[in-house]
């Protein structure tokens, strides 16, 4: 079987679950080396397994995402062990899910997790592997956003903002690494059936489930799908586009 990412290292942040997992996999059958970033020793050693049952190299670490010490000391390592980034999918975040509250109700500390998770996590590491990349003239980054950076949804105000921020982020940093034939892209992934799903309130889940004219939630392998797509040699000339994956679901 053709395994066209051989030889490339890869990175998923956030890599053991949801998304995340399911990207580890999509990449790891077309043969790449892949260092997965996450919390969760169990999950991480999971997907861990999988990369090295379709016979890549696998790097598991548990990093905290919040702490830029710890997330460039995992950087180093992955340099030191596997080699330089080829790919870097940014799909760690998060939205406020049970303490989903209108504006005049959230507080400094929600606004400043939900920034940091979602958006100075993805600039962070993109920093880290931005010089390797320019210096070898090749390579993709790949970072998450959500429709909701396009449409905003009620009592989400801090996560809308923070996917909106990724838009704004991967279109610049696009322009900036395009004499280095480097692609940087985001999908913008609607109502996805993963964990986070499950912890949406129910009234939440409901309303936009009837908004999806495909009439159900995502699957993550489907988000997978689009993310392996930006990591291939496929989307040679696709750089700064934030494509929706959603379900037809079209903005107001």
């Known amino acids: 079987m053709s395994k066209p990412m051989k030889g490339k290292v890869a990175v998923v942040t956030g890599g053991a679950n949801g998304i995340g997992f399911a990207t580890v996999q999509r990449l790891a059958r077309e043969g790449a080396d892949i260092a997965i970033l996450d919390r969760e020793e169990g ?3 999971e997907a861990a397994a999988f990369v090295k049952k379709e016979g890549g190299r696998a790097l598991p670490m548990a990093v905290d995402m919040l702490k830029p010490p710890a997330v460039a000391e995992a950087f180093a390592k992955i340099k030191k062990e596997l080699g330089p980034v080829d790919i870097l999918v940014n799909n760690v975040g998060q939205s406020a899910r049970g303490a989903s509250v209108e504006l005049q109700d959230s507080s400094d500390d929600l606004v400043e997790f939900i920034l940091a998770i979602n958006l100075k996590s993805a600039m962070l590491c993109s920093r ?3 010089p390797d990349m320019r210096a070898r003239k090749s390579g993709k980054i790949v970072c998450l956003s959500s429709e909701a950076g396009f449409n905003g949804t009620a009592k989400m105000s801090e996560y809308a903002a923070s996917k909106a921020g990724i838009i704004g982020f991967i ?8 004499p280095f034939n480097v692609n940087v892209n985001a999908i913008c992934p609607g109502l996805t059936r993963t964990r986070a799903f499950d912890q949406l309130p ?3 889940r409901s309303e936009v489930l009837a908004g999806i004219p495909w009439g159900r939630a995502a699957e993550p392998e489907e988000m997978a799908n689009v993310i392996h797509f930006l990591c291939s040699e496929q989307s040679s000339y696709v750089s700064g586009h934030a494509i929706v994956v959603n379900g037809a679901n079209c903005f107001n």
Do not use: G
């Open 43 to 45: 999950p991480l050693q």
């Open 128 to 130: 880290l592997v931005v």
């Open 171 to 178: 279109r610049v940093l696009a322009t900036e690494l395009a």
């Open 202 to 204: 129910a009234d939440m």
